[in-house]
Nanobody, 125 residues
Framework: QVQLVESGGGLVQAGGSLKLSCAAS????????MGWFRQAPGKEHEFVGA????????YYADSVKGRFTISRDNAKNTAYLQMNSLSPEDTAVYYC??????????????????WGQGTQVTVSS
């Protein structure tokens, strides 16, 4: 069982940056692939990006490629989402998710095994 807790959300102006953290409980954090999703009001969960257990492979949605960066620190049981050049279209609740297969990248919400409670990101114009 893994518990995930996101933090770092908030209100930021367009063009600004935020860094989200996802702290995981339990052992063997490196055994889990991690993903980030977001959900705007009235919309489905949207894949943002993912990282393998070792951190060696990352994959991003086209909408965030070049602006967002996913990383992880397995010694701290924490994954990160650095978001730059934010726009109002990035406003959403952001979730991290963990999958027991550390070596693959998954892009669908239901392919993950554990999810955090989400953190709100609001970008003002």
């Amino acid at each position: 069982q893994v518990q995930l807790v996101e933090s770092g959300g908030g209100l930021v102006q367009a063009g600004g940056s935020l860094k989200l953290s996802c702290a995981a409980s339990g052992r063997a954090f490196s055994y889990y692939g991690m993903g980030w999703f977001r959900q705007a009001p009235g919309k489905e969960h949207e894949f943002v990006g993912a990282i393998t257990g070792s951190g060696g492979i990352t994959y991003y949605a086209d909408s965030v490629k070049g602006r967002f960066t996913i990383s992880r620190d397995n010694a701290k049981n924490t994954a990160y989402l650095q978001m730059n050049s934010l726009s109002p279209e990035d406003t959403a609740v952001y979730y991290c998710a963990a999958d027991r297969n550390a070596d693959r990248i998954y892009i669908k919400w239901r392919e993950y095994d554990y999810w955090g409670q989400g953190t709100q990101v609001t970008v003002s114009s």
